[in-house]
Each structure stands twice: as C-alpha cells, then as structure tokens.
C-alpha cells in the first residue's frame, strides 16, 4: 500500500480505525479538531499532525474522514482551510462517517467541480470491531475509487462491500442502524417486560439467546441493560441522528417507518435525559421510566 493517507478525526471510532492503518505500515498524517489528542495519538501510533485539514491533502494522496454529521464533514472538506482547499490532482476523499445519501451526494458534487473524487464507506461494528479491524464497511462511489481504497478498507474492516453508487454506502448503513436501534428498543422492552411478569431474567436471555430472538443487539446490550452500564461502544446522540436519517429517507420514498419513529422518540426522549453522549443501550432507562420498574 504505496498511497500516503490523512485521517481527519480521531474520535472512538477514528482513533481505532487511523490506529489499523498505522498497523498496516502506512504513511500517516493525522488532524482532529482537539490538537492536543492529535499529538497525543500520533506520538502513540507513530504518525504525522497536520495543522489543518488543508494540510492534510497536501501530504496526501487518500484523505479519509472519520467525523459527527454532514455539517463538519463539509466543514473539514469545503469549509475554510478544508482540505479541498490543499488538495492536488489525482487526491481521493473518503468520508467513513454517518451523514445520510442526500449530503453524501452534495459534497461529492462540490468536490466533483474540484476535480476531487469522493467516496461514502461508513462502517457498522462500533467500538471492540473498530479496534480489532473486523468492521464492516459499505462503500459507495466509482468502481475506480473503490478498488483504489480498498486496500485500506481491508485494513479497518473484515467484510468490504462495495454498494453501488455515492450514496448508497450511506443509505444502507442508516437502514442497518435504524434495524439495530428498533432491536435495541425490543429487547430492553422484552427484559423490563420480563422482570415485571416475573420471569427469572437469566433464563430468559438464556433461551432468547439460542432461539429466534437472538441478534446482534441481545447479545451486546443484554447484559449493560441489566447492570445500567452505559459505557459508550456508540454514543446515544449519533444513534439518534442516524435513525433520524433512515426516517427521512424511507418517507420521501413513501415507505411505512411507524417502528423506526416510535424508536426515535425513545432515543429523542433518553437524549432530553441527559443520556446523548452514553451508550445507545441507555434508552432503556426511558422503557423502565415509563413502565414503574427497574431491572
């Protein structure tokens, strides 16, 4: 992997994503917008800072964003000192974060009268897959951006898919965590259900675990639910806009989301809590507020 790559945020999942691309021998230059984790994080993987975005671009040839929403993707991007601003013929930009089609779409198309290809290839696994770099990553944008990133992709991630145009990488990501927060909601309801029928709880996640209610999400949050651990593997607040996001786009295309929204109102409502910045988990204390019982 000859390409030199600038990873612009090192939040929980960027540090950990920037930090495989270390692993891998890759020449590395790093930007956050907190300096001092910047510097802490490049001395720690052995890595460059860049002053700014802009810089970024000008000591690379693959700049990958790994930020909050669409604001600060455009931002770090098209806005003041972005890196359209340092960028140089042939530079690739790939936005990893969770942003939603429609500005996926629009920043492609500024960069696009920059003469800057774009890719979205946001990624599902949260934190521990972040880390081991076995997560799944969703690409969207040309056959020749993709095969180009790929390399990179493969260090991060362990299944790669490339999805289909600018766009779908996003599309189907919010769709994927739209069905994890509905999930999310569905045990916390099943548990809170449970302990006030009387069920023995260990039993219950037990058999749900090795029947046809099992998933992903039973696995994971079963068991911070019942401790109220809400160390945060994916913020509460991020969740929240994603879902947001899949609602959007289903009912501009006149899909029924009658689901997806009651769960967005549980995480609209955890947020108002004070809950945005814990793990996504945490709505369950909204499913025991409103049922008079705590696990």
Not at 87 to 93: Q, R, S, V
Not at 134 to 151: C, D, K, N, V, Y
Request: aromatic share 4%; with cysteine; glycine share 12%.
């Amino acid at each position: 992997m000859a390409e030199r790559v600038g990873f612009i945020g090192l939040g929980i999942m960027g540090s950990r994503m920037a930090a495989n691309l270390a692993r891998a021998g890759l020449e590395l230059v790093v930007w956050n917008r907190t300096a001092t984790k910047a510097r802490e994080w490049a001395d720690r993987c052995g890595a460059g800072v860049a002053a700014t975005p802009a810089e970024v671009a000008e000591r690379s040839d693959v700049v990958i964003t790994m930020v909050v929403d669409g604001a600060q993707v455009e931002s770090v991007l098209l806005g003041e000192d972005g890196a359209a601003g340092g960028a140089h013929a042939g530079l690739l930009c790939v936005d990893m974060s969770t942003i939603g089609p429609r500005a996926a779409r629009r920043i492609a198309a500024q960069l696009s009268e920059r003469d800057i290809d774009f890719m979205d290839a946001p990624v599902t696994g949260s934190a521990p897959k972040a880390e081991d770099g076995t997560l799944t990553i969703m690409a969207g944008g040309s056959g020749e951006g993709f095969e180009r990133a790929r390399p990179l992709f493969e260090a991060m991630g362990e299944l790669v898919v490339h999805v289909g145009d600018v766009g779908q990488g996003q599309l189907v990501k919010v769709i994927n965590n739209a069905v994890a927060a509905a999930n999310t909601t569905l045990v916390a309801e099943a548990l809170v259900a449970g302990k006030l029928a009387g069920a023995d709880l260990d039993v219950l996640v037990t058999v749900m675990k090795a029947g046809s209610g099992a998933s992903a999400m039973l696995e994971l949050k079963a068991g911070p639910m019942r401790s109220h651990d809400w160390t945060t593997l994916f913020k509460l607040e991020h969740m929240l806009k994603d879902v947001r996001l899949c609602i959007e786009e289903g009912t501009e295309a006149g899909a029924d989301v009658d689901l997806i929204e009651r769960t967005a109102e549980l995480l609209g409502e955890a947020e108002r809590k004070g809950l945005g910045e814990r793990d996504f988990a945490a709505l369950l204390e909204v499913v025991e507020e409103r049922s008079g019982a705590r696990l």
